[in-house]
């Protein structure tokens, strides 16, 4: 598989290209913005991109859709449905982020509401990018929608807010429930095994082993208080 990473938005998304290296065929995973930037990579590489894959419908997910939607009409659009609500009200996210609305344009966080969605990811579904096979699991906790996808064959899983290198995603923004994130984690992705790669919306790659071995959230050492 070629991984691409574009460091995009306020919030540092990683907005990855995944491409299959026999096929060509490509998808763009969370396009946060820069969508010039992923369409001259696409273009350079010869890629045909198949979809917009997201993992959940935080602004910095998703705030490159409408552009790179504008260059590739084709191109699907999936999301679970949980996350529909955020996705269409993506104009309002960043004044329930405590941003005032008079920063939004400085900023760079001022949206239009983004395209209509293609279709609804099905948990359990195996997504296919010309060789490469996704299994996409609906991982709720940091929204109502967030799923992973994970290519179990290559043994790397692509994890969005859910899980990060010494961290988990926040669970105080509305949708968000930390429970619920706890038992996403421990039922969907850790089950993946120890060895999978780790790329999450935000910092480094780690793998599954060294959280599940070493991460605060995970190991018990971090205790929600109240
Ligand atoms: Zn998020
Ligand atoms: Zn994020």
């Not at 946060?32 to 001259?40: L, M, N, T, Y």
């Not at 273009?43 to 419908?57: G, K, P, S, V, Y």
């Not at 969605?117 to 996409?136: P, S």
């Not at 064959?153 to 995603?169: E, M, P, T, W, Y």
Request: glycine share 10%; net charge negative; charged share 20%.
């Amino acid at each position: 598989m070629i991984i691409e990473t574009f460091i995009t938005s306020p919030f540092q998304q990683n907005t990855r290209v995944l491409a299959c290296p026999e096929t060509r065929r490509a998808v763009c995973l969370d396009p946060g913005d820069s969508a010039r930037k992923i369409a001259d990579y696409i273009r350079r590489n010869d890629f045909e991109l198949q979809a917009m894959t997201l993992t959940h419908a935080h602004l910095d997910h998703i705030g490159g859709v409408s552009d790179l939607h504008a260059i590739y009409p084709q191109a699907e659009i999936l999301l679970h449905k949980d996350d529909e609500e955020l996705y269409y009200g993506l104009p309002e996210q960043p004044l329930f982020m405590g941003i005032p609305r008079q920063q939004l344009k400085a900023l760079g966080l001022e949206y239009d509401v983004p395209p209509p969605l293609t279709r609804y990811w099905r948990d359990g579904e195996i997504y296919a990018v010309g060789n490469l096979n996704f299994k996409i699991l609906h991982s709720p906790g940091h929204t109502p929608g967030h799923i992973v996808l994970a290519e179990e064959q290559l043994r790397k899983v692509f994890g969005g807010d859910c899980l990060f290198a010494g961290s988990i995603g926040r669970t105080d923004l509305p949708g968000g429930d930390y429970e619920q994130l706890i038992n996403s984690i421990n039922e969907k992705i850790l089950p993946l095994g120890d060895d999978l790669i780790l790329y999450s919306g935000h910092g480094e790659n780690t793998t599954v082993g060294r959280e599940r071995q070493t991460n605060p959230f995970l190991t018990g050492a971090y205790q929600m208080s109240g």
